[in-house]
């Protein structure tokens, strides 16, 4: 066990409970897993509600599919709001993680994502 993501979208199934720092922690059972991941803060601009509805629905149709969400907790609402939605989904919400695990996120999983309301071109285009 440990307070991050594991590095295999398809060797781990995620089970969270609670780290010392709130967030939460990942144990692995083995399962192939497709795991997306939304890098953003967390804040209302961002929407990521609306994709943790749209995951969870569909991880109950396939539950292979999961989802992790990294990023700054700026909106402490919305924070509660998806600490509440995820317990015992296939959604984890890590927080912010280093540099150097987000880059090996991204080359895991089997999309980066973006969500916005209203924000111009993302900068994850480039």
Known sequence: ERCESSSSHETTRAQADT?????????HTRAKRHVFLLPASIRQVKDPLFLVEAFIAWSKEDPTVALRIIGNPLDAK???RLDAMTKGTAV???GLVSRANVMRMMRDCVAVLNT?????QCGSIL
């Open 19 to 27: 780290c010392p720092s709130g967030r939460a922690r990942v144990s």
């Open 78 to 80: 919305i924070v509660a």
């Open 92 to 94: 984890e919400f890590l």
């Open 116 to 120: 916005s309301k209203s924000e111009g």
